[in-house]
């Protein structure tokens, strides 16, 4: 069966400090993976999407990055944290031919 | 940036009511999407509906949509208290695909 995990479920982290999270997907091949994030409260922005191995397309400016290493896992780091990276990260994953988007449980991201 | 906007933000009905959504965008899409978050999960899929379609119907679900007016509904009858959450629309433009861009949503209370 198809499933995402993504991990870890809550984070909290002080400012200045590296970060990283991973999401993976089980279950299908060369899906299109994106990065969210949602402030407490509000929609959902976009902020990376790829549609295969080592293609990243980034959507809003800052301070941080992503990398997709294999093809079903995509990562969201950065070097150095600021208090505005707080926020709910969600992973999510397209089938080829589908529509509707899974997403993954998020991680609650605290900068402290 | 934010292309779909929900209307009202916040919904406070009584069990056994209807809940209506509604849900504007600014450019020329591909198709628009509802999904259902419950506090601090992911987002779950719940409807699509193409731009050349007018209505759709899933379970206690029906979705609208006026590609004149960039704009959709959400109906959900006979509403139960499991279906507190909050929703979104969140739209895939023309010119974009592959991409959704989420509103800001509703949050709906289902009284008992």
């Known amino acids: 069966s198809q499933t995402i995990h993504q991990w870890p479920a809550t984070l909290v982290q002080p400012v200045g400090s590296p970060l990283s999270l991973e999401c993976t997907v089980e279950?299908?091949?060369?899906?299109?993976l994106y990065w969210y994030r949602q402030a407490a409260g509000r929609g959902l922005q976009l902020l990376f999407y790829s549609v295969g191995i080592g293609q990243i397309s980034s959507e809003v400016p800052q301070n941080l990055s992503a990398s997709r290493p294999q093809d079903r896992q995509f990562i969201l780091s950065s070097k150095k944290l600021l208090l505005s990276d707080s926020g709910f990260y969600l992973c999510?994953?397209?089938?080829?031919?589908?529509?509707?988007?899974?997403f993954g449980s998020g991680t609650r991201l605290t900068v402290v | 940036s934010q292309q779909g906007e929900e209307d009202p933000q916040a919904l406070s009905i009584q069990e056994g009511e209807n809940a209506t959504m509604n849900c504007s965008y600014k450019?020329?899409?591909?198709?628009l999407q509802w999904y259902r978050q419950n506090s601090g999960r992911g987002l779950v899929h719940l409807i699509l509906i193409r731009s050349n379609e007018r209505e759709k119907h899933s379970g206690r679900l029906r979705v609208t949509l006026d590609t004149s007016k960039k704009s959709s509904s959400l109906l959900i009858t006979a509403s139960r208290a499991a279906d507190t959450a909050s929703y979104f629309c969140?739209?895939?433009?023309?010119?974009?695909?592959?991409?959704?861009?989420f509103g800001s949503g509703t949050r709906l209370l289902v009284r008992p």
């Open positions: 450019t020329s899409i591909n198709n």
């Open positions: 999510a994953w397209l089938e080829q031919g589908n529509y509707g988007y899974t």
């Open positions: 279950g299908t091949s060369n899906p299109n």
């Open positions: 969140a739209t895939e433009s023309m010119d974009s695909s592959y991409k959704l861009i």
